[in-house]
């Protein structure tokens, strides 16, 4: 049974969050997203080009915080969903200061009511 995005049950709080975004299967494929809304688990993204649900991945994206050096994320992960132009990817093996920042983010996110970072793009840190 398919379950629309928009209408499952979360664990977790979502914060809505636009960040460019690089994901990169075992393959070397490369994807350019954007984040629509990210978790402490995982990352809704918009793409031109989706991957089934199971695939393995690495999502990389940038975090920018006043007065602070970019923090690169780079969490291996799995599709979870894919529809249409979107996909859902849940973290896998987020190490403990990866989480962290992440919950960070979900936390000043939820302050802000939403993040725009979209256009710091990943390093190759």
Known sequence: MNIPMESERRDYDR???KLYAELTTGELYTISAKTIDIS???VLL???TTLPAGTACRLK???HGKGKAPIPIDIPGTVIRSEDT???VEFQEVEPDRYQ???NLVLLGAAMKSIDQQDSKPTNS
């Open 40 to 42: 402490v688990n995982s």
């Open 86 to 88: 979107r996909m859902a």
């Open 61 to 63: 994206f940038v975090l």
């Open 46 to 48: 918009e793409c031109s």
């Open 15 to 17: 914060i809505s969050a």
């Open 101 to 103: 920042q992440l919950r």
